[in-house]
């Protein structure tokens, strides 16, 4: 009578059965096997030393081998270099749903092991349910969502359970003057000691603060920020020391905790410190030197352990020659000092920062967005009063406001851009005449080191921006030298 089974199930059972193992296990293989392998674009099967005893035509097609008869008894690494049959050959346990890389193509490839009834492998099969990636599409950007919705809640949660958000990777630079403050980072989070931030608004002074804590032994710790500028005099002594049962008329029966409190044993961040009030200066001042702090409405002393990190977008000294900052808490403060430049003093840091912020703000707005070199330059042309913080809006703007692809040019962002901000002229002496085609020789000589600089050196480009053609730039440029 003659077999009509199909080849691949024939091979198999030949292959992992014998005259003593159970029908059912004849049974199982013979009603399973063609059902995999009429799903699947591509089907081998090795025996205990991870040779080749089986490869179907459309998986030897797949992968170029021709006639699949030639590849019998090799072993699998020789002909498929990738592959990770001997794994689960030697383990006994099966791979599911791995992508195999092969000449320059991406296979979904599920692999299963073979025993004979003592449990012994006998040889594994291996299965290619994809030889492209394009129906796993819908599945992967499914992932990707659900990736993102799974980091924001954990910065949701880290910002509830009072941790922190930022690392010294998100302080974004590589000029001398970043590399500087994140060098003065790592040696304040070595130390635990106090730490004064100095710089304008929109620097990143919270990101530094937190990346601090995050990178210091009391990172297990709490990191509770509070912005002096934001909280009305009133209420800021009862913000930092808390407040007692039925301290005042109408306050809680229950002991309200403040700032201090819900630190202890990690770091208290004082944003704008230079705003706070000298009758509450004197009693922080109490705080940090003793240790320990009185809540309003209480006599019982509470013991706290805390490491400060101040910042301030004042001049600290100048308030102090004119008597509004205290000098001993200035003093107690300043043990560290970390000056934060503006962004006009690092303009050569403006494309890694651009690329860091329109990943941030393309995810948020579920946008794609790049920025030429000419946008780059465009953003160098401006002063930056509100430093990153203000970057990153003209980015989001110039994203909202331009076209589909997301491509900011330097149009694009001087669309946005405000237009009082461009850098002064530094023109306090007047400059001597001189004749007009030295002038403009100088001028066009200037230019043309712009373009290629922007361009990084890449002719055909440079020519571009400049609105000029290649062999008029060659001229140029030959006559320059």
């Known amino acids: 009578m003659n077999d009509t089974r199909p080849v691949g199930a024939r091979h198999m059972t030949e292959l992992f059965t014998d005259e003593n193992k159970s029908g059912l296990t004849r049974d199982l293989i013979e009603a399973l096997f063609p059902m995999f392998e009429e799903a699947s674009a591509g089907a081998i099967a090795v025996d205990r030393e ?98 993102q919705d799974l980091a924001a809640a954990r910065k949701a949660l880290a910002k509830k359970a009072r941790g922190t ?54 990172a297990d710790k709490p990191f509770v920020g509070v912005n002096v500028a934001a909280i009305p005099d009133n209420l800021l002594e009862a913000e930092f020391f808390g407040v007692a049962p039925g301290a005042y008329t109408g306050a809680d029966r229950r002991n309200r905790e403040g700032k201090f409190q819900l630190a202890n044993g990690g770091t208290l961040f004082l944003d704008e410190v230079g705003d706070m009030p000298l009758p509450l200066q004197a009693k922080l001042l109490r705080a940090l030197q003793e240790g320990e702090i009185e809540p309003l409405g209480s006599n019982k002393v509470v013991p706290v352990n805390v490491r400060v990190i101040a910042a301030t977008s004042r001049n600290l000294e100048l308030m102090m020659a004119d008597g509004v900052f205290r000098s001993d808490l200035y003093y107690r403060l300043n043990v560290l000092e970390i000056p934060i430049p503006p962004l006009r003093d690092r303009l050569a840091d403006l ?131």
């Open 351 to 481: 494309g890694v920062l651009c690329e860091a912020l329109l990943e941030d703000v393309c995810e948020g707005l579920e946008l794609r967005g790049e920025i030429t070199d000419a946008g780059v330059s465009a953003l160098g042309s401006y002063d930056w009063p509100g430093n990153i913080r203000e970057l990153r809006n003209v980015l989001e703007r110039a994203l909202t406001m331009g076209e589909e692809g997301g491509l900011l040019d330097a149009d694009a962002i001087f669309k946005v851009l405000p237009r009082n901000g461009g850098r002064p002229a530094s023109s306090l002496m007047p400059q001597p005449v001189r004749p007009l085609a030295q002038t403009l020789a100088e001028a066009e000589s200037q230019a043309i080191e712009e373009a290629l600089v922007v361009s990084r050196g890449n002719r055909t480009r440079a020519a571009k921006l400049l609105g000029i053609s290649r062999s008029v730039l060659y001229e140029k440029l030959a006559r320059m030298s």
């Open 50 to 147: 991870a040779r080749i005893t089986w490869i179907n035509s459309s998986y030897s097609h797949l992968l170029g081998l021709g006639d699949p008869s030639r590849v019998i008894g090799k072993p699998v690494r020789q002909v498929i270099p990738q592959t990770r049959m001997p794994e689960v050959v030697e383990t006994g346990k099966p791979l599911l749903l791995d992508i195999m890389e092969h000449n320059q193509q991406q296979l979904v490839v599920t692999r299963l092991p073979f025993f004979d009834d003592e449990g012994q492998i006998v040889g594994a099969v291996a299965f290619v349910l994809y030889d492209d990636l394009q129906p796993l599409t819908p599945l992967v950007s499914k992932y990707r969502r659900l990736h």
């Open 165 to 218: 958000r930022y690392s010294l990777g998100d302080f974004v630079g590589a000029s001398p003057a970043a590399l500087e403050v994140k060098r003065r980072a790592r040696l304040a989070a070595g130390r635990d000691m106090p730490v004064l931030l100095l710089g304008e608004t929109g620097t990143g002074k919270e990101v530094l603060a937190q990346a601090i804590h995050a990178i210091s032994p009391r």
